[in-house]
């Protein structure tokens, strides 16, 4: 993370009322390159988790001005960062975009509108933990170092966590923003 040239993407999403018909959604990201960042956020009525999951790296994507960048993409999403790590997408594509189950693609729509920024940028994608207080003194962050490792590989420092984790928290914040915007 010390390379100046990598734009770091944090991003979250949420939903109040995920279950009710009638909702609000709200997504979050924040776009860190060097000491630059630039925050975003927005809300939709009547959505799911996953779709402002999906949104909010769809917007910092569309945010970016410049081909070819290297980003290192970071959520708590593992929907997200599962599709894009494990390459789901190619079987959805291979299968006419059906799961292997046969059923269709949810959120395809968001997909389709992601997938093409794989082909522009070098990306790499990074699960982080949501919602961790690293000002609680009960917490484990030794543990969650590890898992976060576990989860990503070795590439990180203690200090490096702590960032990811204080800025995922902050995307997680634009998400509670996104939502308030349109109460």
């Not at 484990?140 to 995922?168: A, P």
């Amino acid at each position: 993370m010390e390379n100046r040239t990598i734009l770091n993407i944090y991003t979250d999403g949420g939903c109040a009322g995920n279950q009710n018909d009638s909702n609000l959604g709200g997504w979050g990201a924040v776009l860190e390159f060097g000491p630059h960042t630039k925050e975003l956020f927005g809300s939709e009525p009547d959505t799911t988790n996953n779709r402002m999951e999906m949104t909010g790296l769809l917007e910092a994507f569309r945010a970016i001005t410049k081909p070819g960048q290297t980003i290192h993409v970071f959520s708590d999403s593992s929907y997200l960062m599962d599709c894009f790590r494990k390459k789901w997408y190619e079987d959805w594509i291979r299968n006419g975009w059906k799961t292997k189950s046969k059923k269709d693609v949810s959120n395809r729509d968001l997909w389709e509108q992601l997938l093409p920024y794989l082909e522009e940028h070098d990306i790499s994608f990074y699960r982080v933990k949501g919602h961790v207080n690293l000002d609680n003194p009960a917490l484990d962050i030794g543990s969650l170092y590890m898992k976060f490792c576990q989860w990503n590989g070795g590439g990180f420092t203690m200090d490096e966590f702590r960032h990811v984790v204080e800025m995922n928290n902050l995307a997680d914040k634009l998400v509670n923003d996104g939502i308030d915007a349109i109460r």
